[in-house]
């Protein structure tokens, strides 16, 4: 795909060859802004970060040569791409401008077509790298949503519907649900997706560090030392996660914003106005925030425009088999771990463990098990090789009544045992009466009235209906 549409800053002390270079760049459909000298570039780049610029190495009339203005911007932003413009036989000069990061040189006077060439490629190596900083991301945390639960499935069309509108999103769920993911496939399923995802948490951070995460800062010198996130996130997306950890003062900054589309760095005199999209991200009961006075409500109705639920782990233990293989593959290939087999019954005690940490949790024990596990890499992983923390605590299912009842008549003791065998095979096939009637081998019918004389409810059994 040819990048157009990019905002390209042009800095030149000749009015002509401003005119001559924006021209050529805008009948390429890009937008272009320009400078006559450092003061100027500087004060383009104050009120937004362009996604090139282009620099005349000589320039008249005082303030900063191309090279001085050169190392400015890339201890701003390393990422952002500079073409520079040299004067013939400056060949020397140029090349220094590389060694100092300048992407790339044309030489005075030069073709419209050698100009067009360069920033194209100038642009798509920059998108490259992001891109290759997004993937490379990506083997860390998956990208992909596992899951055919009715919940997962769920999930996707929401994510597909919300991608293409431009509204807001907020997602609520508990920790390490997959909140962040979501956000995640919202961006790269939507129009945005060329532009960068940036994720922040104000977790631990003071309201005056927060302020210059978001909002950047600019030096007593008028020049930004630092470029923020709602700045990087220019024409992307920017996720707030736990937006009720954000203090209030920082609240009503994000509402203004919101409500501006413009903002001003810490320090600074001008405003920066950008175009994000903001997706943000509670565990908390917002609503419960607002009523103790936490959490503004006039931000809530701004961002929750549209709300997304992501269910906890325990409404779809449905999924948990496919989550660990897909755990196993993915982080045994990227950690250069034997991939391992995990047998039926370590996966039946993994679905009935209570996972408060959520889909994390249960990735961090995969982890755990593939570097700890023992015995010979073919070997199938058994219930009995998982992580303490999940063997021993699963529901209080693990022993299936061992202890107590063994102080009981037999007839008693099979009610104890049959009652909490059943209930863990139904939390495993998420309340499925088909599927866990055919695992225990059981008619369903039979299975139904042997729940019902035991006492037991087919908890979430409501995907069916009742026997004939
Ligand atoms: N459906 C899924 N398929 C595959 N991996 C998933 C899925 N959901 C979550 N994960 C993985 O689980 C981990 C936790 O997910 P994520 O960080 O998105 O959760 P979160 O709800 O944002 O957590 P927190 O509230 O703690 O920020 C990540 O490694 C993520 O890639």
Known sequence: MRPTGSDILVVDDEADIRDLVSGLLEDEGH????????DEALAAIRARKPSLAIL?????????????????????????PVVMISGHGNIETAVTALKRGAYDFIEKPFKSDRLVVVVERAIEAATLRRENR?????????????????????????????????????????????????????HEASPRARAEFVAISAAGMTPERLDVELFGEEGQDGRPRKIGV???????????DEISDMPRESQSRILRVLVDQRFRRVGGEQ????????????????????????????LFHRLNVVPIRVPPLSERREDIAELVEYFVDTISASQGLPKRIVGDDAVAVLQVHPWPGNIRQLRNNIERLLILATGDPAETITADMLPQEVATSNGGTANLGGERTIALPLREA?????????????MRFGGNISRTAAFIGMERSALHRKLKSLGVSPARGGDEEEPA
């Open 134 to 186: 997004r993937l490379r991301a990506a083997t860390m945390t998956p990208s992909g949503l596992i899951g055919r639960s009715q919940a997962a499935q769920a999930l996707r069309s929401t994510i597909a519907k919300v991608a293409q509108a431009n509204s807001r999103v907020l997602i609520a769920g508990p920790a390490g649900s997959g909140k962040e993911l979501v956000a995640r496939q919202i």
């Open 271 to 298: 405003d920066v106005q950008v175009d994000v999209r903001v997706v943000t991200s509670t565990s908390r009961d917002l609503k419960a925030e607002i009523a103790e006075g936490r959490f503004r409500e006039d």
């Open 31 to 38: 937008a272009v802004r320009v400078a006559a000298n450092s």
């Open 230 to 240: 709602f700045e990087r996130a220019h024409n992307g997306t920017l996720y707030l």
């Open 414 to 426: 099979r009610e104890v045992f049959e009652r909490e065998y059943l209930a863990a095979q139904i």
């Open 56 to 80: 005349d190495i000589w320039m008249q009339g005082g303030g900063l040569d191309g090279l001085e203005l050169l190392e400015v911007v890339k201890e701003l932003d390393p990422d952002l």
